[in-house]
């Protein structure tokens, strides 16, 4: 009861989601029986599958294997749709009141599916939400007001509904050539009206240069898009380096750095998103107790809490706010000397987080203005 009652807590605070990647984050039961149906076809074999998809630890270089397997079950545009529409809805149900959804553009010449189909197939899916009503424009710059009202007026029933604002990241995946990468560039571009902010670097961290990614992402930022990178996933100094010295809006992880790369971090205050689940499960750090997050957030480094793949490591965003709470909450001051932790992390310290997140989303200030105010409501009514 008690737990129940905590739980119902964290859940019921509004919450900002800026690391959650699409394909990472489909329902467990959604994947089992899509991947049922192709077994069912003999696309695959279903044993195999769910075997894969129910095991719970997995090195990182397992889940990226995963993720090959659930892109064969997800890479069509019916199903992206569908998908798309159950993780928002599912984000918030949980109160996440802003979510920066990134995805892999993906072409598939066999099914027909280029990179701009993928992405509409996307769209359409923020369109279908049904829950609750999806603000994915960004504002014009005079007005204030949407600069694509069609895309919110599709989803207005005229009664005021439960609100979640979306933005969407292209993800350019480490194995991809710069010619892809700039494909991708140029697409998200185009889709800014759409809600588009931003380009993040992703895929396996041990796949790929930075080099090759390296003028994409320059050409991103010189058009106004906002980057977010993938940093520091397995050791790789020379890399991490690199991609600190780009100065990049906001990095994945940073799991690998060494004393130089913190201080590097450190000054450039670049903020962090922290994926505590996913790290412990891809045992790139060893347990919750050792994370960098403790060090990031005694420094009052910018840092923001976030789900990564909610689907592949079964948690959420209220689960990772639970999971810091009760590592740096209630056994602070068994930490206290070694962490240095002066205040513990209780319910109102994880409030002042996820309020200090709107500082780091990629949209506007109209929208962080908005977003403003429905913590500052949500603070009266916890007082
Ligand atoms: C690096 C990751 C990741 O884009 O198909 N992805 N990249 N590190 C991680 N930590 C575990 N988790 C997910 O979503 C799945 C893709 O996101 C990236 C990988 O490229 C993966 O294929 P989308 O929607």
Redesign the pocket.
Known sequence: MEKQRDMDWWVSIPKVELHA????SIRGSTLLELARGLGEKGTIVFSDVEHAILKDDRS?QE?FKL?DLI?IVTTDHKILTRITQEVVEDFAAENVVYLEL???PKRNDLIGMSKRSYMEAVVKGLRAVATVEVDLAPRDLGTGNPVNSCAITDLCDGTARKKIYVRLLL?I?RRETTASAMETVELALEMRDLGVAGIDL??N?IVGEWATFLPALKFAREQGLSITL?CG?VPNPVEINAMLDFLPGRIGHACFFGEEEWRKLKSCKIPVEICLT?NIR?ETISSVDVHHFVDLYNAEHPTVLCT??SGVFSTSLSGEYILASSAFGRSYAFYEYEYRLLNGLGRSEMFRLARKAIEFIFADDAVKRELGEIFESAARKLD
Request: aromatic share 4%; no cysteine; hydrophobic share 20%.
């Open positions: 990647h699409l394909n990472g990182l889940v993720f892109h990134r995805t892999t993800s995946d992703s895929g961290p993938h996933e996913s891809t990564d793949d």
